[in-house]
C-alpha cells in the first residue's frame, strides 16, 4: 500500500470546508428542492501558505469562480444510474510549495474520497504528484485518481514521463519559448541576451530551451550569462540585477514567477537596468507595479490568454471575473483553468460517470470552448492545444490597453497571437494505457 507522510492541519480543514461550502451554494441555489447529490470531490495540492501563496490563492479562485459556474446550471449532468446531476467540490491543501508536504496532502485528498487532482505552481512537486498517482494507480486501482495540471510546463511531463492519469492544461515551456522568440527574433535592437532562472528542473527547461532557440532563430545574439538562483529563498535580487546590468544585456529571459518574479524585476529597476524582460509570468502578481513606468514597452509576457485580447465575448468574460472578484488585488484570471473544469465537466458527462478510467479516455480528444477561447486536448501525449498570446506591458487606458493589472495602472498590449494550431508542437511520448 502507498504510504504517505499524513499531515493535515485545523486551519487547512477548516478551509476546504469554506471552500466545499462556497461551491455547493451555487449548486444548492440553482436545483429543485430536492436536495443535491454528493459531491464530486476535487482535491487542489497548492502553496497555500509560504514565499508563494499568493501564486496558490490566485488559483483557487479561478478553479472556485470555474467550478460556481459548472454547479449555477446543475453540476454535472449524469445518469440516474450514476446519481443523477452532482455538483462539483472544492477541496483545499496546503502543499507549502514543497513536495514531501504535497505527498501527504495527497494522502489526505484521497482517504477523503477525492479521485481528482489539480495541481500546477511547481513542475517538480508535480513530477513528485505524478510518480505516486502512478504507483497508487498501479497497486490500488479501486482507488485510482486523476492528476489535472495546470501550470506545471516542465516539457518532460507530457514527453518523456507522459502518463494516462496525467492532463496539462497549460502550454509547456517549449511551447512558451517559441511564442516569445516569435517577437525577441524581430528586435533588432537586442544583441546580448541573460538567461536567469530558478534552480529546478522547469528553471533549467526553460533556459535550456531558450539556448537552443536563440542559437537556431537568433544565432547573432550573444549569450553573455546563464545563472540560476534557489526557489523561493531569495529576498534581495539587488546584487543579481547590478551583474545583469553591468553584463550589458539588451534583455533578461526569465522563467521566474510568483514572489522571485517580483522581487526580481523590483531590483533589477532599483538598480538602473533598461533592457527588456521575455517572461513567462510578467504579465500579474505584483511584476507590472514593481517594475511601473520602467516596465512600459519592455516587459514582454506569454500566456493563454490576456484580458487585453481584443474580443467582445473575452473582455465581457473578464469583467465577469472581476465582477465575483472586485478587489484589485485578486485580479489574475487564467482562461486555461476555467477551460480546465469545463473539460473535467464535458468528460464526465460524455463518460456518463466520475469513474477515473473513463474520464480519462473521454478527455481524450475533448474539445472545449468559453468566451470564444478554445482547446482539444490531444490523446497521444494529454498535452492540451490552445491559443498563445504575447503581450508588452503598457500604461492602462489606451483603446489597445483598456484594462490594467491588479490596479496598478499598467496592463498588457496583445503583440503576437499563435492559433491552437500554430503553437502546436511535436511530442516524444509513448504512453501506456489501461486494458
Known amino acids: 500500500m502507498l504510504r504517505f507522510r499524513p499531515v493535515l492541519l485545523a486551519r487547512a480543514v477548516m478551509r476546504r470546508l469554506t471552500a466545499a461550502a462556497l461551491c455547493l451554494a451555487a ?23 509560504g514565499p508563494f501563496a499568493n501564486t496558490g490563492e490566485a488559483v483557487f479562485r479561478n478553479l472556485l469562480w470555474a467550478i460556481e459556474r459548472v454547479n449555477a446550471r446543475g453540476g454535472v449532468q449524469l445518469p440516474a444510474a450514476e446519481g443523477g446531476p452532482r455538483p462539483l467540490q472544492l477541496d483545499r491543501y496546503d502543499s507549502k510549495g514543497q513536495s514531501e508536504e504535497a505527498l501527504a496532502a495527497l494522502q489526505s485528498a484521497r ?50 514521463k507522459c502518463s494516462f492519469w496525467h492532463f496539462r492544461f497549460d502550454a509547456h515551456a517549449d511551447m512558451r519559448m517559441r511564442a516569445l522568440m516569435d517577437v525577441l527574433q524581430q528586435d ?18 526553460v533556459l535550456r530551451e531558450a539556448r537552443r ?31 545583469i546590468k553591468a553584463s550589458g544585456a539588451d534583455a533578461v529571459i526569465t522563467g521566474n514567477w510568483g514572489n522571485d518574479l517580483t522581487l526580481f524585476v523590483r531590483a533589477a ?28 514597452g519592455k516587459v514582454i509576457a506569454v500566456a493563454d490568454w490576456l484580458p487585453n ?12 471575473f472581476r465582477a465575483r472578484f472586485p478587489d484589485p488585488a485578486d485580479d489574475y484570471v487564467h482562461m486555461r483553468m476555467q477551460l480546465m473544469i469545463e473539460a473535467l465537466a464535458a468528460a464526465m458527462e460524455k463518460a456518463g460517470s466520475t469513474d477515473p478510467v473513463k474520464v480519462a479516455y473521454a478527455l481524450e480528444g475533448l474539445q472545449v470552448e468559453l468566451a470564444g477561447q478554445r482547446g482539444t486536448m490531444r490523446a497521444a501525449d494529454h498535452q ?35 492559433t491552437p494550431e500554430q503553437a502546436e508542437m511535436p511530442h516524444r511520448c509513448s504512453m501506456r494505457r489501461p486494458g
Do not use: C, W
Not at 490500488?140 to 510546463?153: D, W
Not at 485580447?309 to 465577469?320: G, I, K, L, T, V
Not at 491588479?406 to 497571437?417: H, K, L, Q, T
Open 269 to 296: 529597476a532599483e538598480v538602473g537596468f533598461q533592457g527588456r524582460f521575455y517572461t513567462f509570468y510578467g504579465n500579474a502578481l505584483g511584476a507590472p507595479a514593481a517594475m511601473g513606468d520602467a516596465g512600459v
Open 213 to 243: 532557440q536563440l542559437a537556431e532563430r537568433r544565432p547573432d545574439i550573444e549569450i553573455v550569462a546563464e545563472e540560476y538562483h534557489p526557489i523561493g529563498r531569495i529576498r534581495d535580487f539587488v546584487p543579481y540585477g547590478v551583474k
Open 27 to 49: 449548486f444548492a441555489h440553482a436545483a429543485d428542492a430536492a436536495a443535491p447529490q454528493s459531491p464530486i470531490r476535487l482535491a487542489l495540492v497548492e502553496s497555500l501558505s
Open 111 to 160: 482517504d477523503s474520497g477525492a479521485q481528482y487532482v489539480l495541481q500546477g505552481n511547481s513542475s517538480a512537486v508535480a513530477e513528485a504528484l505524478l510518480h505516486a498517482i502512478n504507483l497508487n494507480n498501479q497497486r490500488m486501482p479501486e482507488q485510482r485518481m486523476l492528476f489535472l495540471n495546470y501550470s506545471a510546463v516542465d516539457p518532460a511531463l507530457t514527453n518523456e
Open 384 to 418: 492540451f492545444q490552445q491559443s498563445l498570446l504575447v503581450g508588452r506591458m503598457q500604461k492602462a487606458g489606451s483603446e489597445a490597453v483598456p484594462f490594467d493589472v491588479e490596479g496598478s495602472g499598467y496592463g498588457f498590449e496583445v503583440i503576437r497571437a499563435l
Open 188 to 205: 533588432a535592437s537586442i544583441k546580448k541576451v541573460y538567461l536567469f532562472g530558478q534552480d529546478y528542473s522547469f528553471g533549467h527547461a
Open 309 to 320: 485580447y481584443p474580443a467582445p465575448e473575452s473582455r465581457a468574460f473578464y469583467q465577469a
